[in-house]
């Protein structure tokens, strides 16, 4: 099985950091991509920040110069530096992971973790 495990959500003020951690652990092969998206209260789930195997890197508009996301490959670990954080940053934020699992099968598909709360209120 794959798990995917994160951590470092709370409460935290306006223009404070929050740093998340994912790992993902299990029978992976390997893992294509990381990311990070969040579910704010009434809205749809939308993409924060992904990276690749690669290292590429991808922002949603609303968190560019703000969260930087990066990873450590070897632990299969991908993290999301926030920083000037605002209220509206306030979400669920959920750890998504494209995995392939076996190197007899060519196939990935996407592995979720549980969300973590971020709450950004004074």
């Known amino acids: 099985q794959v798990q995917l495990v994160e951590s470092g959500g709370g409460l935290v003020q306006p223009g404070g950091s929050l740093r998340l951690s994912c790992a993902a652990s299990g029978r992976i092969f390997s893992i294509n991509a990381m990311g990070w998206y969040r579910r704010a209260p009434g809205k749809q789930r939308e993409l924060v920040a992904t990276i690749t195997n690669g290292g590429s890197t991808n922002y949603a508009d609303s968190v560019k110069g703000r969260f930087t996301i990066s990873s450590d490959n070897a632990k299969n670990t991908v993290y999301l530096q926030m920083n000037s954080l605002k209220p509206e940053d306030t979400a669920v934020y959920s750890c998504?992971?494209?995995?392939?699992?076996?190197?007899?099968?060519?196939?990935?598909?996407?592995?979720w973790g549980q969300g973590t709360q971020v709450t950004v209120s004074s």
């Open positions: 998504n992971a494209n995995i392939r699992r076996t190197a007899i099968s060519s196939y990935s598909t996407d592995y």
